[in-house]
């Protein structure tokens, strides 16, 4: 059995019934679907976080491009891509 802890969490009713109508009609249980539902939001959110952060190390590394330089490079692309078209 994997390694689990318990975690309390307060859910408005609305938000409790409508898991609970949830776990009825998917024949699970609340508990089974709310662990999915957090570990999908956990997984989501760090991914951004860790995103952003790979950004801020290019900017403290000086791996950035001017936003000038990208906006007319991307009109340039589009400019060729309706050119072919």
Do not use: C, W
């Amino acid at each position: 059995m994997p390694d689990s802890t318990t975690l309390t969490v307060r859910l408005s009713n609305d938000v409790k019934g409508k898991l609970a109508t949830l776990a009825d009609r998917t024949h699970r249980t609340r508990s089974f679907l709310a662990a999915e539902a957090i570990a999908a939001y956990v997984k989501r959110e760090l991914a951004i976080v860790e995103g952003f952060e790979r950004g801020q190390a290019d900017v403290r590394a000086g791996q950035v491009t001017r936003h000038d330089e990208v906006a007319r490079e991307a009109r340039a692309i589009i400019e060729a891509a309706r050119a072919k078209a």
